[in-house]
């Protein structure tokens, strides 16, 4: 106990001189910036210092043993635990996507919120305490030893199919981690958006390759502290700026009201009502031409190409030809091609023609219908939300690695703690932004824009962040005039507010650690399953140690080389991907997790039906309901959106375990002896605990 006492000490030093100099590192770039240092060398600085801070502690932390290795020799103290479990889940889409999801839905989104918080209630009571009973490496270990025969069982089927699952849901949210670390490193370093994926991978390389969750776990309490100061400092200068309160939890109350009345006057402006009215007439055009297709798509290349030529006979300028063959370059193909770009700008037009929504008013709607149906999805989403989180193997992971039972439950409330810091300033964020943004920006003079909106324009010219373009000529800035990206949203709040840029670097760096703390245990949750699980477990189980470790290291790079490309494709927005992640983990992971621990009757067969027809179903909702991924809305069952598919996959999982347990014959009764150890009283737990293998 004295032991472990000094060590807690000892982590509380190091980590207190760590704060203290980050806020000593944070005055002296605010005094750099008044003499004059351009902005480029700020983000620059930002990116190096946190990039060496992560490197120089993986370095420290380096090793070859497998328990540190993969559970960080089971010894992180709770608070610090908390703290790390906290930075893990804090992940892009917390950070940089939920404050724009926010923004841009109102009350709808606080289902994210609600879901994630509600979450790792359910880790806490259904898994987390469990798992530390049973004192293996990771979840598909769990799995096959209760649906296979008892610890140490290679678990067949079962570890298998734990191992896919692992690899498929770790792999769609890493790929989200990524995709915010190219889109922060092009922002402040001005490096392409591809190059800026490969040097944020180089950080994430440095603490999961030397250190695995050793290495993680101290990285990611340094980073939890960066996320934090990076998210409280804008929010509190705007809570103090609209509400004269620095606590924003409490200001933004005042705030909502004044929001309120300024989305009234919007909503009756006549000159917001003039270019909504200018949108419905694009959509209309855009229904009016594939409705006279193909023959509309011909003409329409014609009167591309005429116009191009015309502009190259005349000699016209430069800047008018180019836009005369980017216009030509980006009209479809062919009519199959203009059925999908026209109906999707009819889509757009459509919906920025739609007047504001009030950010505070519960499931607005034009009917009763279209208001349930909006509430049915609120609740679907937070439920397939809250039964993923409890189900995520790079969160799961983290029960290893506390010394006790008692310490991962404790580990459990630091970690709820740590996060309700960021999740209940989120909301308060969203609103005093919004606020800004409808007061200060609609309204202001179109040749006089903030130096802002051009910086974030920039970062992607295809597809821009955010654009603000004069639809009806008038010199002002209309809101329906507006689109931003939610994803920029938080990116952007210094510079919405008028804070001098370091500490728009700060955001960034914030923005920075949160998706590579997740990064970090995802990839090791992967590489991890297929080096432990698979390589050790059934491939070659006399493999020494080192070389374990050693086959988890080369499969970490692999898997994290495949998704910087995966991402630098840009395949969808963060909080998409993110959604995609938790319905797939509900439906598969979930059902058996839960069974295992709380029905002695679940036995192999079930669990291997159960993660397969819950993974099927939520797959073929999926694919059957995006249209991105071919399918169609119109298919939805009763109007459930795709994101929200494990609503579907979790009961299908469950309902194939029950069914197929009751159909086959009772567990062996090594496995329903596990069931009563892990739910036995906690005292005999660790020196009872099944010796890993």
């Known amino acids: 106990m004295n032991a472990a006492h000094n060590y807690f000490q000892r982590l509380s030093r190091y980590y207190l001189w760590y704060t203290a100099c980050f806020i000593a590192f944070l005055l002296a770039l605010g005094l750099l910036e008044r003499e004059g240092m351009p902005r480029l060398w700020i983000g620059y600085l930002f990116m190096f210092a946190t990039i060496v801070l992560y490197a120089t502690i993986g370095v420290i932390t380096r090793t070859s043993n497998v328990s540190e290795y993969y559970v960080a020799g089971r010894r992180v103290p709770a608070l610090f635990n908390g703290m790390a479990t906290a930075a893990d889940w804090i992940s892009a889409a917390s950070f940089i996507s939920l404050t724009g999801s926010l923004y841009l839905r109102g009350f709808d989104g606080l289902a994210y919120i609600m879901g994630w918080t509600g979450g790792y209630c359910l880790v806490a009571l259904l898994i987390a305490p469990y798992l530390r009973k049973f004192a293996q490496y990771t979840v598909p270990d769990f799995l096959a030893a209760r649906y296979g025969g008892g610890a140490g069982s290679r678990g067949g089927p079962v570890r298998v199919i734990a191992v896919g699952a692992t690899i498929i849901i770790s792999f769609t949210y890493v790929v989200a981690q990524i995709y915010a670390v190219g889109l922060i490193a092009s922002r402040f370093t001005g490096v392409d958006f591809s190059v800026g994926i490969f040097l944020g991978l180089a950080s994430i390389l440095v603490c999961s390759f030397l250190g695995g969750m050793r290495a993680i776990t101290w990285t990611q309490v340094a980073q939890y502290i960066i996320i934090l100061v990076a998210f409280l400092i804008p929010t509190m200068w705007l809570s103090t700026k609209h ?332 909080l998409s991907l993110v959604g995609a992640a938790f319905s797939l983990a509900a439906s598969t992971l979930f059902p058996p997790l839960v069974a295992g621990v709380f029905w002695k009757r679940a036995n192999h067969v079930g669990a291997v039906s159960g993660m397969v027809v819950g993974f099927v179903v939520c797959l073929f909702y999926m694919l059957h309901t995006n249209p991105s991924l071919g399918g169609s809305l119109a298919a939805a069952w009763w109007n459930i959106a795709p994101i929200s598919a494990g609503v579907f996959g979790v009961p299908a999982g469950f309902a194939a375990i029950v069914i197929g347990s009751l159909l086959t014959a009772p567990p062996h009764r090594s496995s329903a002896g596990l069931v009563d150890y892990i739910r036995a009283p906690e005292q005999a737990a660790d020196s009872q605990a099944p010796t890993p293998q």
């Open 243 to 574: 509400a004269g309160n620095p606590v924003p939890q409490i200001a933004y109350g005042s705030v909502l009201p004044k929001l309120a009345q300024r989305e009234a006057q919007l909503v009756h402006d006549p000159r917001e009502q003039d270019v909504r009215d200018r949108f419905l007439q694009r959509a209309a055009d855009y229904q009016r031409r594939l409705a006279g297709l193909p023959a509309s798509w011909a003409a329409g290349k014609r009167e591309v190409q005429r116009k191009l030529d015309a502009a190259r006979l005349r000699n016209a300028s430069l800047t008018e030809i180019r836009a005369a063959e980017r216009e030509l370059a980006a009209y479809p193909k062919n009519p199959e091609d203009a059925v999908r770009v026209w109906t999707e700008l009819k889509a757009s037009n459509l919906a920025r023609a739609r007047p504001p929504e009030p950010h505070a008013t519960p499931f607005p709607g034009a009917s009763d219908e279209a208001s349930d149906i909006r509430r049915n999805n609120f609740l679907a989403l937070a439920l397939c939300l809250m039964m993923g989180t409890a189900a995520l193997p790079h969160i799961l992971m983290r029960s290893y690695t506390t010394p006790s039972v008692n310490e991962t439950r404790v580990s459990v409330f630091w970690t709820l703690f740590f996060i309700l810091l960021i999740y209940l300033t989120i909301p308060a964020l969203a609103v005093l932004a919004k606020y800004d943004i409808y007061t200060f920006l609609v309204g202001s003079d179109y040749h006089h824009l903030p130096s802002w909106i051009s910086y974030w324009a920039n970062v992607d010219r295809v597809n821009p962040l955010i654009n603000v373009t004069d639809i009806n000529g008038d010199g002002i800035v209309q809101l329906a005039e507006i689109a931003i990206d939610g994803d920029v949203l938080v990116l952007a709040t210094p510079e919405i507010g008028g804070l001098p840029y370091v500490v728009s670097g700060l955001v960034a760096a914030g923005g920075l650690a949160a998706a590579l703390s997740t990064a970090d245990g995802l990839l090791l949750a992967i590489s991890n399953a297929l080096s432990h699980d698979i390589y050790y477990k059934i491939v070659d189980p006399g493999a020494s140690t080192q070389k374990r470790v050693t086959i988890s290291k080369l499969l970490l790079l692999a898997v994290a080389f495949i998704a910087a490309y995966a991402a630098s494709q840009k395949p969808a927005d963060i």
